[in-house]
């Protein structure tokens, strides 16, 4: 296990006994290092979905667990977001959420000259994930294959 995957986990752990407290959905928790800067976020959602107030209600009690545990090495910068629209897939509970919805996903290389491909989720499991695209025909994808998946939106 890598340390950044390492850094996730513990985090994780640390905050689903808060966003459980709260009834909301921790939905991914990431360490990146953005401009030379590394950010530690942590991803929550509701059901009518998450406010500010909501994000400072989970960032306080975290980060006091956060500053007693030390276990991050490098400074960072602690975040609490909602996921957003454009949010992945990445748990079992995402696909379950996303059967029967749109999706678009990416690929790292070119399938029939394409990259980008659109369609309603029919089935996935540990490695594959399949779609039917407008013309009524099922694509199946290696997840390793996929760059991004998530839920298709319409401006």
Do not use: H
């Not at 986990?9 to 640390?14: I, R, S, V, Y």
């Not at 929550?44 to 107030?53: A, N, S």
């Amino acid at each position: 296990m890598s340390k950044r995957e390492l850094y996730e986990a513990k985090t994780e752990e640390l905050i689903l006994p808060i966003t459980d407290k709260y009834q909301f959905e921790l939905v991914d928790v990431e360490y990146v290092k953005e401009g030379g800067t590394w950010y530690l976020r942590a991803y929550i959602d509701k059901e009518g979905g998450i406010t500010v107030d909501d994000c400072e209600l989970v960032s306080r009690e975290a980060n006091e667990l956060l500053d007693e545990q030390e276990y991050i090495e490098d400074s960072y910068i602690f975040e609490v977001s909602s996921p957003g629209l454009g949010r992945p897939l990445k748990k079992e509970k995402d696909y379950i959420r996303s059967m029967g919805k749109e999706l678009e996903i990416r690929t790292y290389r070119a399938f029939n000259k394409q990259k980008e491909f659109y369609g309603i989720l029919k089935a996935y499991d540990d490695k594959t994930v399949t779609i039917e695209n407008q013309d009524g025909e099922e694509q199946l994808f290696q997840k390793s294959d996929i760059a991004l998946i998530r839920l298709a939106f319409d401006f």
